[in-house]
């Protein structure tokens, strides 16, 4: 997708901290042959195990920086990325996660607990659900972590892009601070949340309607603040089952490779 900006005039690489792209060249027996910056070998979750927690605040703040203007550039041209995935069916994805778990914590429970429980799980988690759907979406990254941000000389440049889809911006915001390489408390957490919070206020503020002037946090609605935190915590209980789900049901097939107690 990178290529297909460069094709139409919207190279993002060159405003924004991931590799830049120069050229790609279809090989004759098939596939391609990409020549990207080399953005270097060190990713941003290897740096974190080597830090304090000061420095983690400081390389935490540095990433969502970069990922309010990797919204902002992505949103503002959508339709130059080309593979977009639909926004997720939450209530789908909670049910199928939470089957998951079932399955393989006790297969002989999950049919009993299809029949009787299934319903009364969905009307607990509507209102988790409702909030979720009713929020708008935007184009994210998807899989915005520490794993995804690789370092070079001090400077930060984000990769795979093959998880691009719809959904509420929080969604990256919870991937990327709830990684458990950051291993921050709910105090820290929130401080980086309102630091991402504030800066895309304020780059959306200054780029889409040319606001000089800072805007600070208490000039912003309560009622405003609260549904944006609110709906951090619901994308990281959607983002808990997605993870519990996904490790239930691949566990036995990466056991062989990986040791999996």
């Known amino acids: 997708d ?14 924004l901290p991931i590799p830049e792209f120069y050229f790609s060249i279809e090989l004759e027996g098939g596939g391609f042959f990409k020549w990207l910056e080399d953005a270097g070998n060190i990713s941003l979750e290897e740096a974190l195990s080597h830090v304090d927690n000061g420095k983690k605040i400081l390389l935490g703040e ?17 339709s130059a990325y080309t593979n977009v ?13 939470l089957t998951n778990i079932i399955i393989f914590k006790n297969p002989t429970f999950y049919d009993v607990w299809k029949m009787q429980d299934e319903v009364e799980i969905s009307k607990t988690f509507f209102p988790i659900i409702r909030d979720l759907d009713s929020e708008s979406t935007y184009i994210i990254h998807g899989e915005y972590s520490p ?30 601070l709830k990684h458990p390489s950051f291993n921050l408390d709910q105090e820290q957490v ?10 895309r206020i304020n780059f ?5 309607f040319g606001v000089k002037n800072r805007i600070e946090s208490d000039e912003i609605d309560t009622k405003y603040k609260e549904k944006a935190l609110k709906i951090f915590y619901y ?27």
Do not use: T
């Open 85 to 97: 995935r639909e926004k997720e069916d939450f209530m789908l994805e909670f049910i199928e996660n």
């Open 147 to 176: 794993a995804n941000l690789l370092i070079k000389n001090s400077k930060m440049s984000v990769i795979d892009f093959n998880h691009v889809c719809l959904g509420p911006w929080q969604f990256d915001v919870v991937n990327f």
């Open 2 to 15: 990178l290529e297909n900006m460069v094709s139409v005039g919207l190279n993002i690489s060159k405003k």
């Open 204 to 208: 959306y503020a200054k780029y889409e």
């Open 62 to 78: 540095n990433g969502l920086n970069i990922l309010v203007s990797l919204h902002y550039h992505l949103s503002s041209h959508p």
């Open 190 to 199: 929130e401080k980086l949340f309102w630091h991402y919070f504030i800066e």
């Open 235 to 261: 994308s990281n209980i959607l983002n808990n089952l997605r993870v519990l789900g996904f490790s239930a049901r691949y566990k036995d097939k990466l056991k062989p490779d990986i040791g999996y107690p």
